[in-house]
C-alpha cells in the first residue's frame, strides 16, 4: 500500500476558471450585474449628464453662466441660506429630543407600539403630513383652538403658511426617522458595558457621559447627517405649508421652478448640483469631527 | 438594565414621557383632523363639523379620477416590487457570497441612492427622462421609482442572505442539487420571509414616494401621492372636504399595505435596516 | 440491508495544493484511498486537513494536483457532479425540512422515483436509529439526533466516498463517544470508504485503518493507528501522538538506533526516530505515562514537583527541572507540591528526534 508514491504525469495548472474563482469571480458573481449595469445608467450617468449639463447653459454664455447666476442672483443665493435656517435648527432640535427618548425607550420592553406608532408619519410621506397639518395648525384648527381654551393665547397663532408651518411638518416626518435611527444605534450597545460602569462607581450621567456618549458619537454623526439631508431636501412641505416665494422658498424649489417652469433643465441641473454640493460639504465636515472619536466595532448596531 | 429610583431620575423620565405624549397626541390629532374633515358637512370655527356625510368621498372618487389614479398606482407599485426584487435579490446574493475586487465601490453605489434624496437626484434623473422621451411615461415612472428600491431591497436581503449558513448550500451542492436546483429547494424556501419583507417595504414606500413620481410623472401615468399634491396645491379649487377625503384614501392604501408589512418586519428597519451600512 | 455502495477501487489524491492567495495551505498532498477504508486526517487547527476534505468535496478548487475515482478524474467536476455524501461540522441540515426531507434530499436531487426515495430513507433512519423522529425540523432535534440525521443524509446517496468534517465537535463529552462508537459501527455495517477529518487524536485512533497527519499543509506521517502511536517519524507527529514531554539535549553518542542523550548534565536514552550525529542538538519525546516519579539512577532527572491530581488509579502531575524544562509525569503516590523527586522513563519508550531545521519547535 504505496500511499506517498509521486505520479510522474504532469499536471496542467490552474484553468482561467479556476484562477478568476479564486479572485472572487464566477458565475455568482455575475448575478451582481444587472443590478450594477442599472445603477450606473439610472444614478451615476444621470449625475454625470446632469453635471456636465449645468456648464452648457440654455441661454448661452460661458459655461459658468448659470453658476455665477445663481450666486449673483439673491431670488436664487438665498435659497441656500432659508434652506439650511429650516434644516439645521430643525435637525439639532430632532437629535436633541430623540437621545433622550431614546434611552428611555431603550429601557422598555414593548418597544413596538411606539415604534409603529413613529414609524406612520414616515410611512405616510411629506404630502399627507402638510395636507394634515394645514388643517390641524390653522386658525380654525384643533391646535388653536386648544392653546385659546387653555388660555394661553388670545388669537390664534398663525402657523401655516409660513415658516413654522414647514419647521412643524420637518418635525413630524423628521423627528420618527432620527428617533428610529437613534433607537437602533442605543440599543445596539451592550447592556453589559454599563452594568460594568454601574459597578464601578458611575451615576446615569456619568454612565452616559463616559460611555455610552463616547460609543455613539459616530452613530450619533451619521444619524445627523441622513436626518440634515432629509431636511435639506425639503420640497412639497414647503410649498404647501410654507410660503414658496418667501421664507421657505428652498433650494429644491428653485430648482424645480427652473426645471418645469422655466423648463431650463440646464439651470436646473445647477441648482441641484448645487444642492448637493451644500449637503455633501456639511456631511464631510461633520464625518470628519467624527474622526475626533472613538471608531471601532462598540457600536456592534448592525443586523 | 439600571433603573435610577432617585427624584432626579423620575422628574426626567416625566419629561421625556411627556415629549412624547405631545408628539403622538399631535400626531394622532392631525390624522383625526383629516379624517373627521372628510365626513364633515361643513365644518367652520367649531371644534367638531355640523353635520356628518360620506358624500365627499363619491366627489372625490369622481373629481380626482381615482379609480384610474388607483389603478395607475397599483400598476407602478407592482412593476416595481417585480423589478427590483429580481435584480435586488440576485445581486444580493452575489454581494453577500462572493468577495471581489471592487465590491466595496459598489456597495458604495448601491448606498448612495439611499442617502441622497430623491429630489437632489431626481432633478438629473428626470432631465435624463425627459432627453429619452421616458418621462411622463408609465415606464418612466417606474424606472424612476427603481433608482432607490433596487438598492433597497439588495442591501436588506445582504443581511437575510448573511443569515443562511452558506455550509447549507455547500450541503445541497455536495448531495447533488445544481444552482437552479438550489435556489428552488434551499434558498427560495429559506429566503422568502426576507423577500417578502423587502418587498412588502418597497410597496410601502413606492405607494409613498412623492418627489420622483412627481418630477417624472406625466397626466395620465401619476400615482395616488402625486395626485393628492396637486390636489392640496389647487387647494381654492376643490372643498377642502373633497380632498381629505381623498386624503384618507391615500393614507388607507397606504397603511393596510404598512400593516401587513409589519407582520414581517420589525418598524424600525424600514428606516434603519438599509441605513446602518455607513456606520462600518 | 439494500443501501449499497457504489463499486470502485480507488480514491486517489495526486499532489494536490491549494493556495489562498500566497498561502499555501496544502502542498502536494498525496495519498491514496482504498475501497471500504476509514481514513483519518488528523492535524491542528490550520493544518489543511479541512481544506483537503473540501477539495475532495468540490467545495474549494484545488490549484494544483489532480483526484482521481479510479480512472476519472473528480477535480474539475462540480460539487453536485461529485456524488459524494458528506457530514459537516455543524451539521448544515436544511433547516426547512424534516428529517425525512433532509435524508431524501440526494435522492430527490437525483430525480429518483418517490417510492424508492420512501424505501432507502427509511432504510437509513432505521440504520441510524432515528424512528420515530421523521417529521421533526431540525431546530426540534439533539445534537445527537442531528449528527444522525446528517450521517443518513450522507450515506442514503450510496456514494462511492463518505466525507466528515469534524462531525463530533460539536458534541458534548460522553455525547461524542456515543456517537463515536455509532460512526463505527455504521461504517463496519456498510463499509462505506470515509474520509473522516479530525483535531482529537483519540477519535482518529479509535476509528481510522488508517490515519494521516496533517501539518502546515504538508502530510507527516501516514499509517495505521498502532503505527503512528508507537512509532512517529516526526517530532510533530509525536507531539500529537501524546508525546507531552519534550527534553531538549545533545548526542552524546548513537550507535543501532540507540541514542545516549545529555540532557541538563542527566544520562537519557533512547530511541532515535531520525538521523542525529554526536554533539548535535536533539529531542527526546516520553509520553507522561512512561514518565513514572522513581529512584535516583541512570535515565532519572531530578526535578521540583509544581502540582498533582488524582485521576483515579493514579496520579499525574506536573513539574520542572532546575534547567527550566517543564515534565507531565504519573505517579502511583501522591507526592507534595514543592518536593523533590526523580523522573525516570525506559529507553524503549524514549523517540529521540533531530532538531528541526530553523529551530522551529
Redesign the interface.
Known sequence: MDVLAPTPAVIAGPSLRQRLAS??????????V???I???V??????A???V?SFEPKAGGDWLANYRRFFSDPFLYETIAKTLWLAVPVTILNLL?AV??AF?V??MRRQ?L???????????????????????LGP????N?TLMTVGLIDQPLKLVHNYWGVFASLV?TG???TF??T???VTGID?AL??AG?TLGA??WQ?FRHIYLPLLM??FA?TFC?SF??A??V??SA??LGAPAGPTRVI?IA??QA?FEEYD?SM??A??MI??FV?LGIVVAVLASRGLFYRGPA?G??? | ????TTLG?KL??VA??T??GF??V??F??????VT?SFATRW??T?LPAGWTTRWYSSAWSEFQLGDVLLVTFQVVGAVVLISGA??V??A???A?????G?RM?LL??L??L???????G??????L?QTGLAGTFWGVV??N??PT??FV?LLMI?FIEQI?P??E??????????F?LFI??LL??LLPGILAALLLVL?RTI????LT??VAGPTSQTL?VA??YA??A?GVRA?QS??AM?VV??VT??VW?IIA?RFV????????A??Q??? | MTIALSQFNEVRLDRVSRDFGALNALRDVSLTVQRGEFIALLGPSGCGKSTTLNCV???LPVTGGAIWLDKSRVDTL???E?????V???Y?????LNVRQNIG??L???GRPKAEIDRKVDEAISLVRLGGQENKLPGQLSGGQQQRVAIA?AIV?EPPLV?MDEPLSNLDAKLRLEMRAEIRRIHNQLGATTIYVTHDQDEALSLADRIVVLKDGIVRQVGTPKELYDAPTHLDVADFMGFRNRLKGRVISHENGRVLLDVEGAQIGGMARERVSTGSSAYASIRPDDLVAGEPGPNALAVTVDTIEYRGREFVGTAHSKGGLDFVFRSHQEVAPGSPIHLRADDSRVLVFAEPVQGRA
Do not use: C
Not at chain 1, 140 to 143: A, H, S
Not at chain 2, 115 to 121: D, G, R
Open positions: 479572485r472572487g469571480f464566477d458565475a455568482v458573481t455575475l448575478l451582481v444587472p443590478a450594477a442599472f445603477s450606473l439610472l444614478f451615476v450617468y444621470p449625475f449628464f446632469g453635471f449639463l429630543l433622550p427618548i428611555r431603550r429601557l413596538r411606539l415604534t409603529t406608532i413613529l414609524v406612520l408619519p414616515i410611512t405616510l410621506g411629506t404630502v399627507l403630513v402638510a395636507e394634515g397639518l394645514l388643517n390641524y380654525q384648527g384643533w391646535f383652538r413630524i423627528f420618527p426617522f428610529l435611527l433607537l437602533s444605534y447592556p454599563e452594568q454601574a451615576n446615569a454612565r459616530p452613530g451619521i441622513l439631508v432629509q435639506f431636501s420640497f412639497p410649498v404647501l429644491s430648482a424645480y426645471a433643465y436646473a441641473s441648482v441641484a444642492m448637493g449637503q457600536s448596531a448592525k443586523g | 438594565m439600571i433603573r435610577d431620575s426626567w423620565a421625556v414621557w415629549m412624547v408628539f403622538v399631535n400626531l390629532a392631525m390624522i383625526g383632523t383629516v374633515s367652520l370655527g371644534w435584480l435586488g440576485t445581486a446574493y452575489a454581494l457570497r462572493r468577495d471581489f475586487p465590491k459598489l453605489l448601491f448612495l441612492p442617502l441622497i434624496p430623491p429630489i437632489t437626484f432633478i438629473p434623473l428626470a432631465t435624463v425627459y424606472v424612476a427603481l433608482v433596487v438598492p439588495i443581511l449558513d455550509k447549507i455547500a450541503a445541497a451542492r455536495v448531495f447533488g442539487a445544481n444552482t436546483k429547494h434551499v424556501p429559506l410601502v409613498a414616494m412623492f418627489e412627481f418630477l401621492v393628492l399634491y392640496v396645491f387647494a377642502v380632498i381629505d386624503a391615500y393614507m397606504t397603511l404598512l409589519l420589525n418598524p424600525t428597519q424600514i428606516v434603519t435596516r441605513k446602518q455607513p456606520a462600518h | 468535496a468540490g467545495l462540480r460539487p453536485e461529485r456524488g459524494f455524501g458528506m459537516f461540522q455543524n448544515a441540515l436544511f433547516p426547512h434530499f440526494g430527490k436531487m437525483r443524509r446517496i466525507l
